[in-house]
């Protein structure tokens, strides 16, 4: 989708356990299969046909049904700031299922015991820590006024955080109520329990704008803006 995808494993026995590839491979299997189904970047993805009034719905993958009454949801839960059906260019999902693929992609390195997991798409992360005595993750959340320096380091332990803003891809998040590019934010980061959640909300807290670390507060309990870079 447009992105770039790492996974670390952190345990004592990496290379040496014959659990750990298979499920590393089923990793990233399920987030090729994703792509290959939302890419917007693909002509031959569903979300394309769907955008292209192309695909019925009873032919729809039963992922992209899931990630449809997902959208719904969101679009509720955010007073409408996520509305992928208000974009440029038509349905666009690709601000949920960057964090729902990963989180469910994630998921697959259940069957590992011992081993605390962190995985990074484009910058939207889920994590997982094991056992109290480990350390947790440190999460550079870059600077958008300058990509050589951090804007705050944080520690994620289970849970998800992601970052929503124009260093990466310029102004391409819009105000689904008017349409407009959102001009007094340049990056916001929720974290919270869930990727899935974390990535809605700070896609729909950079569009919306305003003070988001109160409405993120309110409206997703569990979740908080982690960092927040105002535009100058």
Known sequence: MGTQVSLHLRGHRVYTDPAVEPAVAAVFGHLRIADELFSTYRADSQVSAIRRGELAREHRHPWVT????????????????????????????????????????????????????????????????????????????????????????????????????SAARGAHIVDPHTGLHTSDLRSVTVSGPALLWADIFATAAFARGGNVARWVGTRAPGYEVAAIARAP
């Open 66 to 165: 899931e990630v449809v009454a997902l959208c719904e949801e969101a679009r509720d839960r955010t007073d409408g700031y996520f509305n992928p059906w208000r974009l440029p260019g038509g349905f666009d999902p690709s601000g949920l299922v960057k964090g729902w693929a990963a989180e469910n992609a994630a998921a697959h390195l259940g069957r590992l015991r011992g081993f605390d997991h962190y995985l990074n798409a484009g910058g939207d992360i889920t994590a997982c820590v094991r056992t109290s005595r480990a350390p947790a993750w440190r999460v550079g959340v870059e600077d958008p006024a300058d990509p050589t320096a951090f804007l705050a380091i944080l520690e994620l332990r289970t849970g998800g955080l992601a970052t929503s803003g």
